[in-house]
């Protein structure tokens, strides 16, 4: 039984890779501005800000300019699985699934190219994925092939993969939260810290993209808290974090398979080279 979890767990959290997020940021250089200081001795010195608490409008306004940027993503989903099949349950463990994402999100004109490492443990398996999104199309690489993504293609609605691209990468996110009031509003070792609830809504719209026709599955997802980091008021990343419990409901030669998994999932993201346009290219070749 715990060669079928892995299997569905794979199939299900697979989906993670081409879907998340996997943001809005800052439009302003994260380089410290300084300035130039001539003494009496006509020895010309520089001096640097002192780093400081911005307002949440302040960093609203400054995260509303951005329109393009490159995203750096390590995710960690650990889940407990407990199979059961008729009237037998067992306990199968822990599975980890790592994902590192390398991503450019142009939220301007709609474009994205994101590329996607996926560990699993144990066993340290590994796979790598490419996902393009251009003209309100998605392309997927895995397996050495590229094909273009429909809601036959692997069974995962488009238009949920377009509206977490859009509406809540790492930037856009931002920009939300910031329209609120954060619980706590720290400096430490020059970068401001935010902290907020994420709601339940939000959480499902991110996690409703994984949810393909492979297998009946039910989610629930708690927990949610997100910090946003902030360095001289520019939007440098952040981390999210959320409580989640599933079940994935399958048809095996021993009957019907439930695979209980519950755990958590930890995102830390860094965001760089804001409004730095880069092209996004459409696959030469691909599968229909």
């Known amino acids: 039984m715990k060669k079928t979890a892995l ?11 081409s879907g998340c997020i996997s943001e809005k940021s800052s439009g302003v250089s994260s380089t410290a501005s300084t300035g130039a200081i001539v003494n009496s001795t006509g020895t010309t ?37 407990v199979v059961r099949v008729g009237n037998l349950t067992q306990d199968e463990g822990n599975v980890t699934v ?10 301007k004109d709609r474009e994205a190219a994101i590329n996607i490492t996926t560990i699993t443990f144990p066993g340290g398996a590994r796979t790598f994925s490419r996902e393009i999104i251009k ?28 509206n977490v691209t859009w509406e809540y990468n790492a930037v856009s996110l931002a920009e939300k939260y910031l329209r609120r009031t954060p619980t706590n509003v720290s400096l430490k070792n020059g970068t401001e810290l935010l902290y907020f609830p994420i709601t339940e809504s939000d959480l499902m719209a991110i996690t409703s993209a994984l949810l393909g026709r492979q297998a009946n599955v039910s989610i629930n997802v708690t927990n949610g808290i997100l910090e946003l980091r902030f360095r001289n008021g520019t939007f440098v990343g952040g981390r999210l974090g959320y409580r989640v419990e599933m079940v994935v409901r399958v048809s095996t030669p021993s009957g019907t398979a439930e695979v209980h998994e519950t755990g958590y ?14 092209p996004v290219h459409v696959p030469a070749s691909y599968r229909a």
């Open 7 to 17: 299997i569905l767990v794979l199939v299900l959290l697979l989906a993670v890779a």
């Open 265 to 278: 999932s930890y995102d830390e993201f860094v965001v760089t080279d804001i409004n730095v346009k880069k």
């Open 98 to 107: 790592v994902y590192r994402k390398v991503g450019y999100v142009d939220l």
């Open 135 to 162: 003209n309100g199309e998605v392309y997927i690489f895995t397996g050495g092939t590229w094909r273009k993504l429909t809601n036959e293609t692997f069974g995962i609605n488009v238009s949920r993969i377009l």
């Open 45 to 81: 010195t520089t001096s640097t800000p002192k780093p400081r608490l911005y307002s949440t409008q302040e960093l609203l306004d400054r995260v509303s300019k951005i329109e393009e940027f490159t995203y750096f993503e390590n995710t960690s989903m650990e889940l407990h699985l």
